[in-house]
C-alpha cells in the first residue's frame, strides 16, 4: 500500500481557496487517489477520486501531476462549515478496504 | 434512501460485558465494512464481509472482536469482555457490488465507551 503523507493541519479564512497538498510517492499503477472529509462525530464522507490529470465536482477539484506522486485538492471559496478533517487515501482499484491516514485538520475561520 | 444505519448512536458498557454494535447497509449494498477511531487518531480498517463471508479480517484484533453479516438482518461487530482501551467511535461503511474503487458510504458511527 503507498503511504501518504499530508499537513497535520491547516487555516483559512472565509472565502478564500484552500489547497491541501498530499504526497505518495510509492503509488503504483493500480491506484487511484481518493478524498474524504469527516466532520467531528460523524462518517467519513467520500469528496473526490482521480488517477490522473484533474478531475472537477460541486465540490472540489483534484489535480494530479503526471509522476503522481502527488496531489491537490482544491476547495474553492471556503466556508465555516468547510472545516473538518480531510483524509488523502491511494486506493488500490483491485481490493476494496481503505487504509486511512490522520488526515489534515482545516480550520475556517470568519 | 436512506444511509448506513448505525446502531446504537452510543454505548456505555462496563468492563466485562459485552457490546452489540449494529450496522444495516444502504439499500442494495452488499458488502459492509467495519473501521474504528480512537480518540484524536484516524480511522483504522477491522474488517470486510459479504453476506454470510468474512473477506478480510486483518485488521480486528485476535480476541473478543467478531463480525458477521448474516443473509437477513444487519452487520453485527460484537466485543465480549470489553476493556477500557476498546472505547472509541466504530464506524461502518458500505458498498455496492459494483463501484468505483475508493469510494464507500460511512453511517454516522456507534460510540463505545466503557467505565
Known amino acids: 500500500l503507498a503511504k501518504t503523507t499530508q499537513p497535520i493541519s491547516m487555516d483559512s479564512y472565509e472565502g478564500q481557496e484552500v489547497n491541501i497538498t498530499c504526497s505518495h510517492n510509492n503509488i503504483a499503477t493500480n491506484d487511484y487517489i481518493t478524498w474524504y472529509q469527516q466532520f467531528p462525530s460523524q462518517g467519513p464522507r467520500f469528496i473526490i477520486q482521480g488517477y490522473k490529470t484533474k478531475v472537477t465536482n460541486e465540490v472540489a477539484s483534484l489535480f494530479i501531476p503526471a509522476d503522481r506522486k502527488s496531489s491537490t485538492l482544491s476547495l474553492p471559496r471556503v466556508s465555516l462549515s468547510d472545516t473538518a478533517v480531510y483524509y488523502c487515501l491511494v486506493v488500490d482499484g483491485r481490493y476494496s478496504t481503505l487504509t486511512f491516514g490522520k488526515g489534515t485538520m482545516l480550520l475556517v475561520s470568519p | 434512501n436512506a444511509g448506513v444505519m448505525q446502531n446504537p448512536r452510543h454505548l456505555v458498557r462496563r468492563r466485562g460485558q459485552e457490546a452489540r454494535l449494529r450496522c444495516s447497509p444502504m439499500?442494495?449494498?452488499?458488502?459492509v465494512y467495519w473501521y474504528r477511531q480512537l480518540p484524536e487518531e484516524g480511522l483504522k480498517f477491522m474488517v470486510y464481509?459479504?453476506?454470510?463471508?468474512?473477506?478480510?479480517e486483518s485488521g480486528m484484533p485476535k480476541e473478543r472482536f467478531s463480525a458477521e453479516f448474516p443473509k437477513e438482518g444487519p452487520s453485527i461487530l460484537r466485543i465480549q469482555q470489553v476493556v477500557r482501551g476498546d472505547s472509541a467511535a466504530y464506524f461502518c461503511?458500505?458498498?455496492?457490488?459494483?463501484?468505483?474503487?475508493?469510494?464507500?458510504?460511512f453511517g454516522e458511527g456507534s460510540r463505545l465507551t466503557v467505565l
Open positions: 464481509l459479504q453476506k454470510e463471508n468474512i473477506i478480510d
Open positions: 461503511a458500505s458498498s455496492p457490488r459494483d463501484r468505483e474503487a475508493g469510494e464507500l458510504f
Open positions: 439499500k442494495g449494498h452488499s458488502h
